[in-house]
């Protein structure tokens, strides 16, 4: 069982918004930075966001991340049928000494 | 361009072992910080953990889940770094992966393609 809890599922029409929601704890989330993975059907997970809202290098504007207290959120705007994937938070325990990747939310387009 | 590729993905019985590779191209590879990442068919990620760079201890953090089972050891004079895991259980069944951390940006930076392995009887 994750210590990052993300909801399971999350869903949108194209062209709309969702937001993916990953609460944490003070010893990570609170204090360290937040990233965020996307993993495409049948592929390997990349890096989204990071240091909290970040975007990584060729990451759409559409993608947004942010932090308050001990959670975060990604959104993403302007929806697309290729956004489609499992999305994962993930941050340093500062009491585990490890990474902590929240269970995954996965995105469907309607 | 980074690149990571993992092999050694087996087909194993239960209470064997596994030894597997990832190789590190297109970066100081010896500076890096090497993390292990599998997942569990139909299920989410889960970090096993890394080792640092030699300048940095070459020391190794685990996730608790795992600590114990897994030993993750480096060798960069070949651009590699390993997982070794005894005593095989079918819920270890999973891809793994390896992933740069923080290569160039904060974070798992750079993810390699995955290595299957099947523990079954």
């Known amino acids: 069982q994750s210590v990052l809890t993300q909801p399971p599922s999350v869903s949108a029409a194209p062209g709309q918004e969702v937001t993916i929601s990953c609460s944490g704890s003070s010893s990570n989330i609170a204090y360290n930075s937040v990233s965020w993975y996307q993993q495409l059907p049948g592929t390997a997970p990349k890096l989204l966001i990071y240091e909290n809202d970040k975007r990584s290098s060729g990451i759409p504007a559409r993608f947004s991340g942010s932090k308050s207290g001990t959670s975060a959120t990604l959104g993403i705007a302007g929806l697309q049928t290729g956004d489609e994937a499992d999305y994962y938070c993930g941050a340093w325990d500062s009491s585990l000494s490890a990474v902590l990747l929240g269970g995954g939310t996965k995105l469907t387009v309607l | 361009e980074v690149h990571l590729v993992e092999s050694g993905g087996v087909l194993v019985k239960p209470g064997g072992s596994l030894r597997l590779s990832c190789a590190g191209s297109?970066?100081?590879?010896?500076?890096?910080?090497m993390n292990w990442v599998r997942q569990a068919p139909g299920k989410g990620l889960e970090w096993i953990g890394r080792?640092?760079?030699?300048?940095?201890?070459?020391?190794?953090d685990y996730a608790a889940t795992v600590k114990g089972r897994f030993t993750i050891s480096r060798d960069d004079s070949a651009n590699r770094v390993y997982l070794h895991r005894n005593s095989l259980k079918i819920e270890d069944t999973a891809v793994y992966y390896c992933a740069t951390g923080a290569v160039e940006l904060p974070g798992l930076d750079y993810w390699g393609q995955g290595t299957l392995v099947t523990v079954s009887s």
């Open positions: 080792i640092k760079s030699k300048a940095n201890g070459g020391t190794t």
């Open positions: 297109g970066f100081i590879f010896s500076n890096a910080w």
